[in-house]
């Protein structure tokens, strides 16, 4: 576990450097030659390296191992993480959609060059590479803050290429399209925060994981088994944990019992490979049940 953590925070620390590379590249071309659009994509890059480092030090609690206090570990740390993330896309988008909207009271015609064009696509394809990249490491390591984080990237994309489209405008002498497109590009940061604050959320609230019916259908499947109930499943990537009641034959000795609930942990391991802790409560079974397996 600490080994993973560790390899986070290495694909974390590298992203952060090329995300400020990328963002400070933007503010300062956008702010000298006034385009809003490619102003507020630099923003956003730059809270992409804000939320990377947010990551880290979630990734750095998240790494520590199970004490008195947690006796569960500190993985949801994480998904906290993840979580601030999302309010902080929520908050830049706020500020590109006020700032778009004083442009409309403020007429300004932004300056457009070759260099805007280059300064985008180049940007836009070390995002690309970035995303595909942290993407990856996430499902690798099984890390909610890198998927969240890659998933902040992806969106520069999107919004690169709108401010191209918003440069282009104001090229042909259609300068209001460049606050316009600004506006989009706030709709596209507000809608991916609270994506990301939705999918994590799950974690934090305990939601139910995995579907109880195929959890039940496999562990019938285990001699021994005469019934399953009371399955309760909670939990985020890389660490879900099943709590559930099975019902054994009631002459079962205590040690044919136990050995029951080692099968029943190590075929759902096996079969879920997030799954990292399954807490079994055996039951004997009653007699009509013992005639034949049933789900309840």
């Known amino acids: 576990m600490i080994s993973r953590f560790k390899k986070v925070q290495q694909v974390l620390v590298l992203v952060l450097f090329l995300n400020l590379a990328v963002a400070f590249a933007k503010i300062i071309y956008g702010t000298l030659s006034g385009a809003l659009s490619m102003t507020a994509d630099g923003y956003h890059s730059l809270f992409d390296g804000v939320s990377n480092i947010v990551g880290i030090i979630g990734s750095l609690i998240a790494s520590r191992p199970p004490d008195k206090e947690h006796p569960y570990g500190h993985q949801k740390y994480e998904t906290v993480a993840s979580v601030f993330i999302s309010l902080l896309l929520l908050y830049v988008g ?3 959609f006020r700032n778009a909207l004083d442009r409309f009271l403020i007429r300004s015609v932004p300056e457009v060059t070759t260099i805007s064009f280059l300064i985008i696509l180049g940007t ?3 995002n690309y590479l970035v995303t595909r ?3 990856r490491q996430g499902l690798a390591l099984k890390s ?3 998927i969240a984080d890659s998933q902040h990237t992806k969106s520069d994309i999107y919004v690169s290429l709108s401010v191209i489209v918003s440069l282009a405008a104001v090229k042909l002498g259609f300068p209001l399209l460049d606050p316009l497109i600004a506006l989009l590009i706030s709709l596209i940061i507000f809608r991916i925060g609270f994506r990301i604050m939705k999918e994590n ?5 305990d939601m139910s994981m995995l579907e109880e019916n195929d959890i039940c259908n496999l562990v019938l499947g285990i001699e021994g088994v005469m019934g399953c109930h009371k399955i309760r499943t909670r939990g985020g990537m890389g660490d879900i944990r099943i709590d559930m009641h099975v019902l054994v034959q009631a002459d079962s000795t205590l040690e044919e019992a136990h050995l029951i609930s080692h099968r029943v942990s ?3 391991k096996a079969e879920y490979k997030d799954v990292t802790d399954v807490v079994v409560h055996l039951e004997p079974a009653l007699p009509q049940e013992s005639n034949t397996k049933k789900t309840t």
């Open 94 to 96: 706020f500020e590109i």
């Open 124 to 126: 836009m394809c070390i």
């Open 133 to 135: 990249y942290e993407y």
């Open 144 to 146: 909610q803050v890198l």
């Open 201 to 205: 959320s799950k974690v934090l609230l």
């Open 266 to 268: 190590k075929m759902l």
